[in-house]
């Protein structure tokens, strides 16, 4: 069965350095997304991608983030300079007929 | 109540037992979606309501809808160890989008 998948699983980094988190789709889907996830909190929703541009993005996607689909199979997350509060997981997810397939997360830990 | 917001937050039963979780939304929807997520783990998509649908079923999950109120649930019968996960619902905004708006989650343990 096709799936999500995300790399890395977990990376600790320190406050202020560049994180990139990568996920790969599925590979028919055309819509794509990022959410994320504060320990302990709900599943918040940070960006969607479309036609290798952004659709739609939320408060929490403020400058430091960007996204982009560099080789029509990678869709990268990138943090550009991280602060302790962007710790959680961030999860990636693909759509197809309405349904969302996310990946298992990269867990993020800023020190 | 916040948009897909849960009760019980957490909920602990035997096995075999049934397993009834709500979650109330605020806004009109298109569709409305249940997710499971185990521990440290990704997001699994249950089941979707459509909000013209006023029950489904899936397996051993039942979902209604309830638009007038604004509610849902989520019933999982003769519930299993392997159920013991969080459970999450999730709307769509009315938006034609992917985005979700999700819930804080309901814990539940189902003991052996």
């Known amino acids: 069965e096709p799936e999500v998948t995300q790399t890395p699983s977990h990376q600790v980094t320190q406050m202020g350095q560049e994180v990139i988190l990568r996920c790969v789709p599925i590979?028919?889907?055309?819509?794509f997304y990022w959410y994320r996830q504060i320990l302990g909190q709900k599943v918040e929703f940070l960006v969607s991608f479309y036609n290798n541009e952004i659709s739609e993005k939320s408060e929490i996607f403020d400058d430091q983030f960007s996204v982009e689909r560099p080789d029509g199979s990678n869709f990268t997350l990138k943090i550009r300079s991280t602060k302790l509060e962007d710790s959680a997981m961030y999860f990636c997810a693909s759509e197809g007929a309405r349904e969302l397939f996310f990946g298992e997360g990269s867990r993020l830990t800023v020190l | 109540s916040q948009q897909g917001e849960e009760d019980p937050q957490a909920l602990s039963i035997q096995e075999g037992e049934n397993a009834t979780m709500n979650c109330s939304y605020k806004t009109s929807i298109n569709n409305l979606q249940w997710y499971r997520q185990n521990s440290g783990r990704g997001l699994v998509h249950l089941i979707l309501i459509r909000s013209n649908e006023r029950e489904k079923h899936s397996g051993r999950l039942r979902v209604t809808l309830d638009t007038s109120k604004k509610s849902s649930s989520l019933l999982i019968t003769a519930s299993r160890a392997a159920d013991t996960a969080s459970y999450f619902c999730?709307?769509?905004?009315?938006?034609?989008?992917?985005?979700?708006?999700f819930g804080q989650g309901t814990t539940l343990q189902v003991k052996p």
């Open positions: 999730a709307t769509d905004g009315s938006s034609n989008t992917g985005k979700l708006i």
């Open positions: 590979s028919n889907h055309l819509y």
